[in-house]
């Protein structure tokens, strides 16, 4: 899906010199949604409070999107015609460090003017400006309009409901007990704020959520980190309309995950080294060496990035990302990922473990909307379609060696066996001769390498 740009903003210095950001333009090394370092890192925050910057220090009164729109009320004319309102905000800034506060307050107003797209989307229903605006610089901005935009990019209808399976019936599922353990464990994806009464009640919501759908549904298998997906899904959409999202998502996005078993899963993550070996041969080659195989990017892909992250921030923008693109996508940002962390990579032994170490634990502070546009560009650069067909082709002539490595091993052992055997009609006919070499030395002689030699020549054209 080829990205287009939705928000321009233009601001106005005190020199009275426009300035336009474009979303593709902006090269900032830090997502929207944690511009400070110091980000407090943990889940289920819906503030949306602005926070202040050097140079940019807003005043505390404007805290929130909403209450902006509300006190201010400004619209694209008033932007764009140098706005009283707008001087003021950027006033407290400017003159400690025009260039920081200049973005600092497009950076607000970039995610202001795009909620209000948004909006306007939402009432129009127009879906493509939606997809667009998931996958462009800062996603959705926030949980609110996650709440109304996720079950569109989904497809489900949020008036649908589906019947409750009996308690009994889901307790006796296969995979029951493993749900319930996994969601136990699941303590860190809840927010750390939230009271345990709410939070157990919570957990149960999620059993149930996900025992619904594999009751529904009993060619899907569960697996661990399915749990991961449908906690997020839950704590923005709450449950009724996390079941009808998930629901969708487990027939499509996430249907190869939930085979019986890997074989699938391991065919999409396998396809991450020809997407690797054409952006960097050699960084391909390294991992090749160190033989580090696939299996440190499959949390990422199978749990959306949802278990390896600790930023709620960066879980639900990627949720926004994967939600409007290809069910590939999580495989086109593993590799991006990668490709960023070379010089991290490269300085390691080669050697499996050491490789691997690295590669499964995620940094906090990877620059996330960076990686998302260059996932982007390697997808319309080397779609699913090209990967999958250079991936046959590597299996196929995986499967070539291998057979004929198969077909020389086995030709050597025919020819050790047949040298044993050899070897001892040798001594035998040898040890016959000399029994007998006493009275018929050369008659026995010459009757004996004629049969040996008869023998040997049978053998060998068989």
Not at 110 to 131: C, H, S
Not at 324 to 345: C, G, K
Not at 420 to 448: D, H
Request: net charge negative; proline share 4%.
């Amino acid at each position: 899906m080829r990205r287009r740009n939705i928000v321009t903003i233009s601001t106005t210095s005190d020199s009275g010199k426009n300035q336009t950001v474009d979303d593709s333009q902006d090269q900032e090394n830090s997502t929207c949604s944690s511009t400070d370092a110091n980000e407090q890192r943990s889940f289920g925050t819906n503030d949306l409070s602005v926070k202040a910057e050097p140079g940019n220090e807003l005043k505390e009164k404007i805290v929130n999107y909403a209450e902006y729109d509300k006190v201010q009320n400004i619209s694209d004319s008033a932007l764009n015609n140098h706005s009283p309102k707008i001087k003021v905000i950027m006033a407290e800034g400017v003159h400690q460090s025009e260039t920081q506060a200049s973005r600092g307050v497009q950076d607000f107003h970039r995610k202001f003017r795009k909620i209000r797209v948004i909006r306007q989307a939402l009432e129009d229903d127009e879906l493509e400006t939606l997809f667009e605006a998931a996958v462009n610089k800062c996603g959705l901005v926030d949980d609110e309009i996650r709440r109304k935009v996720w079950p569109k990019l989904a497809g489900v209808d949020v008036y649908e409901t589906s019947p409750r399976p009996d308690s009994k019936v889901l307790e006796m599922h296969n995979y029951y007990s493993q749900v319930v353990l996994d969601v136990n464990r699941s303590l860190k994806r809840f927010p750390p704020s939230i009271e345990e009464k709410r939070r157990l009640a919570m957990q149960d919501q999620l059993v149930l959520l996900i025992m619904r759908i594999l009751v529904k549904y009993p060619d899907l298998h569960y697996y661990q980190g399915y749990h991961d997906i449908c906690v997020t899904f839950l704590l923005v959409l709450g449950e009724e309309i996390a079941f009808n999202v998930i629901e969708k998502l487990s027939t499509t996005h996430l249907r190869v995950f939930m085979d019986k078993t890997m074989e699938r899963t391991n065919e999409v993550l396998e396809c991450i080294y020809p997407l690797l070996y054409k952006v960097n041969p050699v960084l391909h080659d390294f991992l090749l060496r160190s033989d580090v195989g696939v299996i440190f990017s499959l949390s990422w892909v199978i749990t959306w990035y949802g278990h390896v992250l600790n930023c709620y921030s960066d879980v639900v923008r990627l949720f926004d990302l994967f939600l409007a693109s290809h069910p590939w996508m999580p495989l086109y940002l593993a590799a991006t990922i990668v490709l960023h962390r070379e010089s991290e990579i490269m300085d390691q032994d080669c050697d499996m473990a050491c490789v691997h170490s690295v590669l499964s634990k995620i940094p906090d502070d990877l620059p996330f909307e960076i990686l998302i546009s260059k996932a982007l560009d390697l997808f319309d650069a080397y779609p699913p379609e090209v990967l999958k067909a250079e991936q046959e082709l590597i299996t196929r002539q995986k499967k070539q060696r291998e057979a004929e490595l198969t077909r020389r091993r086995l030709k050597l052992k025919q020819v050790q066996q047949k040298g044993l055997v050899c070897g001892t009609i040798y001594a035998l006919c040898g040890n016959v001769t000399e029994y007998f070499s006493a009275r018929w030395t050369v008659p026995i002689t010459m009757a004996a390498a004629v049969v040996f030699y008869a023998v040997i020549y049978q053998f060998y054209n068989k």
